[in-house]
Nanobody, 129 residues
Framework: QVQLVESGGGLVQAGGSLRLSCVASGGTFSRSAMGWFRQAPGKEREFVGVIWWGSGSTYYDDSVKGRFTISRDNAKNTMYLQANSLKPEDTAVYYC??????????????????????WGQGTQVTVSS
């Protein structure tokens, strides 16, 4: 079975940067898109951003737009989240996910957890003030 493994989290000061990685291992698979979600203490898991695998097109939640950038390496089955200008409000466990759904199903559901089929275990990002 495919595993998604996040890495790159850590403790940074406000204004700093982190690069998170999500590596798919244990097999090969095709996907329409991969996304990032996060869950802060006491809050529900929320959408961060998504990248359509074939085109590389991206979309971000307003809370991170202009600060976070998602990219991917098709050959390595790896997705990245470059997080700049980090704020204490960004503190959360960050999860990566992959969707196997056809584009016509996924297109209007990319922000929903239910649209994704594989999930990683998460990596902790802590931003101090």
């Amino acid at each position: 079975q495919v595993q998604l493994v996040e890495s790159g989290g850590g403790l940074v000061q406000a204004g700093g940067s982190l690069r998170l990685s999500c590596v798919a291992s244990g097999g090969t698979f095709s996907r329409s898109a991969m996304g990032w979600f996060r869950q802060a203490p006491g809050k529900e898991r929320e959408f961060v951003g998504v990248i359509w695998w074939g085109s590389g097109s991206t979309y971000y939640d307003d809370s991170v737009k202009g600060r976070f950038t998602i990219s991917r390496d098709n050959a390595k089955n790896t997705m990245y989240l470059q997080a700049n200008s980090l704020k204490p409000e960004d503190t959360a466990v960050y999860y990566c996910a992959a969707s196997l759904r056809p584009s016509w199903i996924f297109a209007t559901r990319y922000f929903q957890e239910s649209a994704y089929d594989y999930w990683g275990q998460g990596t902790q990002v802590t931003v101090s003030s």
